[in-house]
């Protein structure tokens, strides 16, 4: 299984990216995705989940603000961020989790750097 995040960049305060996650090598439909991130000097937290039947979960840090999103199709994990903050910089991953909503991660993608100026 490979994933491989894209999307990321430098936008001002208040601004949204979306980033996306391309999977391959997995039946994909039938698990668990998830985005995580790690900001500057600190360990990698989760930032929200998808189950295969589209419930989702979301950090308390970016509920609201930002979505995560699936498109079995097309094999894409997606995380809309908006009005996003200083402190949403930080190099996010994606990740192939189990079968239920709240499994842990089993494959991880390669990250894509996210910065917010302010």
């Known amino acids: 299984v490979q994933l491989q995040a894209s999307g990321g960049g430098l936008v001002q305060a208040g601004g949204s990216l979306r980033l996306s996650c391309a999977v391959s090598?997995?039946?994909?439909?039938?698990?668990?995705l998830g985005w995580h991130r790690q900001g500057p000097g600190k360990r990698r937290e989760w930032v929200a989940s998808?189950?295969?039947?589209?419930?989702?979960n979301h950090a308390s840090a970016v509920k609201g603000r930002f979505t995560i999103s699936r498109d079995n199709a097309k094999k894409m994990l997606y995380l809309q961020m908006n009005s996003l903050k200083p402190e949403d910089t930080a190099v996010y991953y994606c990740?192939?989790?189990?079968?239920?909503?709240?499994?842990?991660?089993?494959?991880w993608g390669q990250g894509t750097l996210v910065t917010v100026s302010s």
């Open positions: 990740s192939e989790n189990g079968y239920e909503l709240r499994s842990p991660p089993h494959y």
């Open positions: 998808i189950g295969s039947d589209g419930r989702t």
């Open positions: 090598g997995s039946t994909f439909s039938n698990y668990a």
